[in-house]
């Protein structure tokens, strides 16, 4: 089983900046992928920004140029740098690690930009 917990987000005026960390915990052997994820209110969740292995990198073009999705030094995390926020941010994030054939998810993150 494996187990993520995200953390890092709050309420933040436009034009600032958050940092999401996500721990993954667990019998974790290969990830295969690990991806940022939100769904705002009214809306279907999408995906933000992906990694997967080997380092590639797929952000969505809303986010592109503000958002930077990275692993952590320690090993099994994933951090999301977000700076330039808008209003329309404004989202539960969630943290997905897919590991072998199986697809883990966080309790998610919420992330509010207003003034």
């Known amino acids: 089983q494996v187990q993520l917990v995200e953390s890092g987000g709050g309420l933040v005026q436009p034009g600032g900046s958050l940092r999401l960390s996500c721990a993954a915990s667990g019998s974790i052997f290969s990830i295969h992928a690990m991806g940022w994820y939100r769904q705002g209110p009214g809306k279907q969740r999408e995906l933000v920004a992906s990694i997967i292995r080997g380092g590639i990198t797929n952000y969505a073009d809303s986010v592109k140029g503000r958002f930077t999705i990275s692993s952590g030094n320690v090993k099994n995390t994933m951090y999301l740098e977000m700076t330039s926020l808008r209003p329309e941010d404004t989202a539960v994030y969630y943290c997905?690690?897919?590991?072998?054939?199986?697809?883990?998810w966080g309790q998610g993150t919420q992330v509010t930009v207003s003034s």
């Open positions: 997905n690690f897919l590991v072998a054939s199986n697809s883990y």
